[in-house]
């Protein structure tokens, strides 16, 4: 990986900004052969569908460069390190063929990512080393491809799982099993769950819809409660963002979609610009469809309905669904399609 040793030592000797700059050509080189799967396949042709951590003290980025064939869990390069999460021979688990997608997580000085298997769902690694600090050996699903989440619960500091089959509490001092809730799956859980206060909402597409689950807490027991199961919130893969109490997204059920958070009540629906995903910032919706033209729109982020202040086709599609999500940082509003990368300045006047 002559490339990848390359960039790693830019990475080491450039300030933050051009490390972040670092990560994106990292993109570009991992979407070439001397990365990819060289085995026919559904993987054959993915560029990279996770994302670069940054940890802000000190500023330093983690970026996965492999996903298939090293570790399992994968390659990560911080700065001018480059470590595998798993030693040769660490069992792991995946849920099917399209690879480790989950973005790693950083928890202090721990980087969490979810390898699966029987040696354990999530692990925690030293972020600078890559020594292994913990793994959750009590919980052993396969991974799914939602990121872990840090979340303070009843008083203890977490790590939010979410599987194929269930989601889940690992105490992030030393990976104990704090509680499991059952919550089934089909084909690929993908969302990245939402919490707030003690409650957690998940949802997942392939007609399995949302969940939300309170975990109460006593005397250093948790307890989940499931509060509602309903269908109208089935997203696939663009996400969800938790605002003011609710939950905006696309559900492939109803479109776009405006839910209350604690009692499930789709508030307002629409099918807007279809499918796709979603990013917030400075009372709007960043909306991306994952269709053919690659509709990007501007909404209201608002209880009150959909209503839409502008739209555009993106130049330069390629003729693969538009699936990474939107990201805005900055002024700036970037999209990426496959190995093409825009960048638009989106500051108020």
Known sequence: MPAVRALCGLLGRADFRWKQFAFQLLDTIISTEELRPQQPGPTANLTPID??????????????????????????????????????????????????????????????????????????????????????????????????????????????????????????????????????????????????????????????????????????KFTPEKIYSNKDMQNHHGGVIGLDGNIYGHSDSKGWVCMDMLTGKVKWSDKGIGKGSIAYADGHFYLRSEGKAGTIALIDASPAGYKEHGKFDQPDRSDKQAWPHPVIANGKLYIRDMDTLLCYDVKAN
């Open 51 to 220: 994302r670069a951590v940054v940890d802000d003290e000190p500023s330093t980025a983690w970026r996965r460069i492999s996903n298939v064939g090293v570790g399992a869990a994968g390659v990560y390069a911080a700065a001018d390190v480059v470590f595998t999460t798993l030693d040769e021979g660490s069992e792991s688990g995946l849920v099917d063929l399209i690879i480790y997608s989950e973005s790693a997580t950083i928890d202090g000085d721990n980087l969490i990512c979810t390898p699966g298997g029987s040696g354990g769902t999530v692990l925690a690694v030293n972020k600078k080393t890559g020594k292994q600090v913990w793994r959750s050996k009590d919980f052993k699903d396969n991974a799914a491809y939602a990121p872990a989440l840090v979340a303070d619960i009843g008083g203890v500091h977490q790590i939010i799982s979410y599987t194929q089959a269930h989601l889940a509490g690992i105490a992030a001092k030393d990976g104990a099993v704090l509680w499991v809730a059952d919550r089934p799956g089909q084909t690929a859980v993908i969302p990245t769950p939402v919490v707030k206060d003690d409650y957690i909402f998940v949802t997942s597409g392939y007609k399995v819809g949302c969940d939300l689950f309170k975990i109460n807490s006593s005397g250093g």
